[in-house]
């Protein structure tokens, strides 16, 4: 899917050398997921309380960990998107 605006300048024809064997790999290819709109809501909530003085989660900073798990991508959502990628000929050695 192509996504408009996500294209770097250099990605242009004048630089395409055309198609690449299977075993090509794919280095530097950033997959970004949009959070579900509630989920999103929720998140941007708990940010203006971290500001708020008077709310109990005034600078109750989370971890990496915690923000994953309350905020992030579902283990439900990366298994279809693991799937999709997989269906289209994608391996997890790819990732790497």
């Given at each position: 899917m192509r996504l408009t605006?996500?294209?770097r300048p250099e990605a242009c024809p004048a630089h395409?050398?055309?198609?690449?064997?299977?075993s090509f790999p794919m280095r530097h290819v950033h997959l970004l997921l949009r959070r579900p709109a509630a989920r999103e809501r929720s998140l941007q909530?708990?940010?203006t309380q971290l500001h708020d003085r008077n709310s109990p989660n005034f600078h109750h900073w989370?971890?990496?960990e915690r923000l994953a798990a309350?905020?992030?991508?579902?283990?439900?959502?990366?298994?279809?998107v693991?799937?999709?990628?997989?269906?289209?000929?994608?391996?997890?050695?790819?990732f790497a």
């Open positions: 605006g996500n294209v395409d050398r055309g198609r690449v064997t299977d909530s708990y940010v989370l971890t990496s309350d905020f992030g991508v579902s283990q439900q959502d990366l298994t279809t693991a799937a999709w990628l997989g269906s289209r000929g994608w391996r997890r050695h790819d």
